[in-house]
């Protein structure tokens, strides 16, 4: 249990009384003390504590300094276990207890530091020979700025006089791993020390910030959602590894004990949802394994809640599952990935790779802070080397990859190309056949709006499109041109006696008999309205066209119209307009013709009759 400020102000100078007390106890209990001394000889600049130390599990918290310092002399403490460092997460108070000989006469002034920043509470109380008792405190419980140095590592400067034996005893309470490295540096030993650390940790943060800046321009460029939980995840456990190693106390919260705390079970969660998330997306789980993605999504629901459900639990529960935590997360992703590799994704491979070192590293780190493991190099910066060599590997996966999407999706382009350009090709000959369909419906609807619908000949529109061409053409060639209107005798009669079926009857035969008469000359034939028919026969003169209009009288009544079995007996009333055409244009002819067309049928019908300018002179 932390002491408070209340019992630092008032209960000190007790604290010190009880201690110096207990120093005159009679000297055999004194004299019992079973921990060896740690000698330090004139070339000594780092002593390790470690094999020295003995120790107390004080596991209510509630033992005095005094007393702690009276279980020492008497043999009370034990040895480390098998001499690890790395304890656990254990609950209530540890007391530790060293005594220390400095022969070396050049160094009165030591630095003890415990080579692990994340314990909470530190108590040192360095008890001389002559009964003097000083008392330091340390731990992430109390400001940045009351360290004696001001380094990651939680440290005590203290004397220790040539030749006589001092005793330390330092009480820790924390909620996080319990780890005791306890090391004596000289200044200037640990000065070089952590120089030589923080090149390596610079080492690392370097390679993570290049990882970073690198992956960066490639998911600006390729706007990959990969390549974007990929920094999601550096971004994520640079800062759980910021936090694990003291530079978050040191550099970002100095005054927040509380959110000292707390930073390594967010940030771990958060290290975890973005791990998570950037193996769904590079293993492709939605589409490739739907029950795998289904768990991610679980995995990823339950870090996040207990990333904010850690704010008010506490550190004690909160920081051990957090840590249990990443092995079941690495495990996970890598049964994930085994399953995808089965399935013949080859990126998943380097995956694979990737999450093995990391697995290793991690599995290090973690089992050292349950105390499963010796502090050593590979344990104690396990993560560090297990994340920085499953970052490269997972840069160079992404890249391949991105590779293999580009070469796939170039397949892809290129077969669906070739069967686009096969369907072109089709599409292309269908589409000439249905133009040429369309050209065909399209050259029977334009004769088709171009013809009589009862007769099958032509009608009034296209006759004066194709003769105003006539017309044309004998005024330039000064060709005469004959133009014959044909009215059908007596037909209102013929459709009040035998009804319009047997009118349309006879305008079809009648029809009939004159397009054989006028085929034989060249001649544009045409129904002009009701029983009327126009035709225009060129290089005919007036001579000539009479006697076709003659003809075309004979035809009509040389044999009767059957309908129903009665016969219907026909004739014709027939005007005449020929000549070279000079200025009357079109309309002018056919009203000349017309004209010569209503003689015919004051003076009787059934005959010829030609225009009075017919028989003019040329021009």
Known sequence: MALGPVWLLHGRALLLALLALSCLLPAPTCAAAPSAPALIDAATTRASLAPHLQLLHDTAGDIEPGEALRLARAGGFEPLPDGRTALGFQPGAHWFHAIVVNRNARERDWLLVQEYPLSDRLDLYVVHADRTTLHHAGGDHLPFASRAVRDRHPNFRISLPVGEPVELLLRIESQSSLQVPLVLYTPVAYAGHARDSLLVIGLYYGIILALFVYNLVLWLSLRDASYFWYLFHICAFGLVLFTLNGFGFEYLWPDSPWLADRAVPMSICLALVAMQQFAR??????????????????MIGFFIAFGIASIWLPYRTATPVASGAVLVGVAWILLATIHVVRQGYAPAKLLLLAWLAFLAGTAAFTLLAFGLLPKNLATGYGVQIG???????LSVALGYRYASLRNENERIVAEATARLEGKVAQ?????????????????????????????????????????????RHAADEQRPLAVLMIDLDHFKAINDRHGHLGGDECLRIAARRIGRVLRQHDALLARFGGEEFVAALPGHDAAAATAVGHAVC?????????FESREIMLSASIGIHAGVPDNQGVDGLLAAADSALYVAKAQGRGCVRMSPASAAPIA
């Open 281 to 298: 997306h590079f293993l492709e789980l939605p589409r490739r394994w739907s029950l795998g993605n289904a768990i991610s999504l679980g």
């Open 387 to 393: 994340s920085a060599l499953e970052m490269l590997l």
């Open 554 to 562: 004979t035809a009509l009544a040389s044999t009767p119209c059957l």
């Open 427 to 471: 599409r292309t000959q269908e589409l000439r056949g249905a133009l040429t369909q369309l050209e065909e419906a399209h050259a029977r609807l334009r004769d088709s709006s171009r013809r009589d619908g009862l007769t099958g000949l032509y009608n009034r529109t296209w006759f004066r499109e194709e003769f105003a061409v006539l017309v």
